[in-house]
């Protein structure tokens, strides 16, 4: 079975620092890795994905995640963060099937 | 990019009534439709995968005659929580995948907030 864990509920940062959104991941095959920001009252939106290639993947907005598969994880990042980037984060992976497993959520509050 | 719409963004009505939400992929064909439940502050549960044409696989726990899902066309899948109560108070969420490979995201409407009194 696959599964997906962050760590942290919550992360703090001010703006104008890096953050970083930690995520790590259990398939059995090889892994099809996503990141989705949700604000308040909407749906996912995808920001970006790994599937082959490059272990550092550029995405939407001035994020990146890195692939590290010796240490199964994919922890999301910006050099420079945003107030407009609070918001809930989503961690997850598939492992060539249907089924997206989700991670449980990090709220990114990025304060003034 | 990829559009899913999702109608309505919000009901409350009264328990007993039977509710439906639906779920457009805009710009593309959706072969496979995705029904997830969120509560607060908490991770997405998916609650069935539908396959235009097919019958919705359930995930565990989940009522199907309660929570009916149809997908009929290629760009339309409906959800209807039947006789709701207000435990089934929920935000819920559609997705929709064009392509059956894994490496595609899924992309999804903007949620229905559902809330029973």
């Known amino acids: 079975a696959q599964s997906v864990a962050q760590p942290e509920d919550q992360v703090n940062v001010a703006e104008g620092n890096p953050l970083t959104v930690k995520c790590t991941y259990s398939v059995s095959g090889n892994p099809y890795l996503f990141w989705y920001v949700q604000y308040p009252n909407r749906g996912l939106q995808f920001l970006l994905k790994y599937i082959t290639g490059d272990n550092l993947v550029k995405g939407s907005y001035g994020f990146e995640a890195e692939f590290n598969k010796s240490q199964t994880s994919f922890h999301l990042k910006k050099p420079s963060a945003l107030v407009s980037d609070s918001a809930l984060y989503f961690c997850a992976v598939r492992d060539g099937g249907n089924m997206l497993t989700f991670g449980g959520g990090t709220r990114l509050m990025v304060k003034p | 990019g990829a559009v899913v719409s999702q109608h309505p963004s919000r009901v409350i009505c009264k328990s007993g009534t039977s509710v439906k939400i639906e779920c457009r992929s805009l710009?593309?064909?959706?072969?496979?439709m995705f029904w997830y439940r969120q509560f607060p502050k908490k991770s997405l549960m998916l609650m069935a995968t539908s396959n235009e044409g097919s019958k919705a696989t359930y995930e565990q726990g989940v009522e199907k005659d309660k929570f009916l899902i149809n997908h009929a066309s290629l760009t339309l899948s409906t959800l209807t929580v039947t006789s709701a109560h207000p435990e089934d108070s929920s935000f819920y969420i559609c997705?929709?995948?064009?392509?059956?490979?894994?490496?595609?995201?899924?992309?999804f409407g903007d949620g229905t907030r559902l809330s029973i009194l």
């Open positions: 710009d593309f064909q959706a072969t496979t």
């Open positions: 997705s929709a995948r064009g392509d059956s490979s894994s490496n595609q995201p899924q992309h």
